[in-house]
């Protein structure tokens, strides 16, 4: 009997991912271990390894499929003296789940509710005439309802007449039922229209939508999440950077031939950390009706990827050497912008640092990830008027302002996390110390 292969969870907290790419065909053979596909999941594209041997004997999602449920069945592997016409025998259990009921979440914990404010939209479960279920891929499903194809009218090429893709972008549009004539279910009202770009105004301006992706969708759901549920308050300190600088240029200078070169962020890192060692009760997560501080400083960096913000994590970032956080935060950005970092490289962290001081910006707010407490955000260092010794003088001065969660960590907590991270930036060689 063929072996069934589900969409694995790749992450603790993964419902749904896009099969970006099959690596292997029909007919294939595979080992434990052989790379099967690439998924994107909420965070990263990751590749699925195969877990037993065999032959491929069906792919049941192609590529490209978007919204597949974890434990929907994505292809058949078939042990030794099977083949391709042993598949249609294989008992109904081994087809591929066709609606969000019958696929297993993965994640450990209950799927996060949808917001009340967001419009609900009912997948396109069309059927024939003869009341039979179509059975088609979620991607056919999306475009056919983008298109207005009636899918009870189209002719699935996919394996046991599956719809896919390809068959309803062949089709014809106009086909289906105008979704204003659709009934809600229970009171003859119509149907709600899906969100996406359909409801958003154009206003007679050329323009171009881009559906999002899952890492797209999940920043979204975060940040409004964090927007609207956390009690964000700002605190801003400028801090003088020209002895941070010198020593940073010492640095550099004695590592040159380790190959490593220190940038102000790898600096910065390790000043968050120690000053949230020195303040523990700004080292904290809350969560409903409990608040856990943590013995050590894990600091998520902010990372700009081409699919969107993702933040790796630098584990244990105050009793690590600068060096090793520089080299650490390089490998680190470098998979980030790829999609390459494993769940366990972006998942966690006790507080975070975001810098956009690269781009010029003197200072801003940045938004807290739950169930994180606290967000520095750092702007450029620029020459400014600045007293130094009770004398006017020209400084590198840059603004930093805390974001802090007020129902975790009180007002004059969080200043004096800031004094500490400041007096560290400012006599840097307790950095090194």
């Known amino acids: 009997m063929p072996t069934p292969i589900k969409m694995p969870a790749l ?14 065909k029909e007919g294939d053979t595979v080992s434990s271990g052989d790379i099967m596909a690439e998924i994107e999941t909420d965070k990263a594209t990751m590749e699925f390894e195969a877990v037993d041997e065999g032959t491929v004997l069906k792919i049941e999602v192609p590529d490209g499929t978007e919204g597949v449920k974890v434990g929907t069945v994505i292809a058949l592997l078939g042990a030794e003296g099977e083949d391709a016409g042993t598949v249609d025998a294989a008992p109904a259990a081994a087809a591929a789940p066709e609606s969000s009921e019958s696929a297993q979440p993965a994640a450990s914990e209950p799927p996060e509710p949808t917001p009340a404010s967001a419009p609900t939209v009912a997948p396109a479960k069309a059927a024939s005439s003869a009341g039979t279920r179509t059975i088609a891929s979620p991607l056919a499903r999306r475009i056919a309802e983008k298109k207005g194809v009636d899918l009870a009218s189209v002719k699935g090429s996919g ?123 700004c080292n904290v997560s809350f969560g409903g009706d409990v608040l856990r501080s943590f013995s050590r400083a894990d600091i998520s960096v902010a990372v700009a990827a081409p699919s969107g913000l993702i933040t790796p994590i630098i584990v244990d970032a105050g009793s690590k050497s600068i060096s090793t956080i520089a080299t650490e935060m390089k490998e680190l950005a470098g998979k980030a912008r790829e999609g390459k970092l494993q769940p366990h490289e972006y998942q966690g962290g006790t507080a975070s640092l975001s810098n956009l001081g690269m781009y010029g910006i003197k200072q801003f707010e940045a938004v807290i990830n739950p169930p994180q407490g606290m967000i520095m955000a750092v702007g450029a260092g620029d020459k400014r008027p600045h007293v130094v010794d009770d004398a006017l003088a020209i400084a590198t001065v840059m603004s930093a302002t805390g974001s802090f969660d007020h129902r975790a960590i009180d007002g004059a907590d969080g200043a004096e996390l800031m004094q500490a991270f400041k007096a560290l930036v400012e006599a840097p060689l307790g950095l090194v110390a």
């Open 11 to 24: 992450s603790p907290t993964m419902e749904e991912g896009t099969l970006a790419r099959w690596l292997i």
């Open 159 to 281: 394996p046991n007449g599956r719809i896919v893709k390809a068959d309803v972008e062949g089709a014809q549009s106009g086909s289906a039922v105008p979704r204003r004539e659709a009934a809600g279910p229970a009171t003859g009202q119509a149907a709600a229209a899906p969100a996406g770009p359909a409801t958003l105004p154009d206003f007679g301006i050329p323009h171009e939508d881009e559906k999002l992706s899952n890492v797209r969708k999940v920043i979204a759901r975060r940040l409004t999440e964090s927007k609207q549920t956390v009690p964000h308050y700002y605190l801003t300190i400028d801090v003088r950077l020209d002895p941070l600088l010198k020593l940073r240029a010492e640095l550099n200078a004695a590592l040159e031939a380790q190959g490593v070169k220190l940038s102000v962020n790898d600096l910065l890192i390790k000043a968050l950390a120690k000053a949230l060692i020195q303040v523990p009760r």
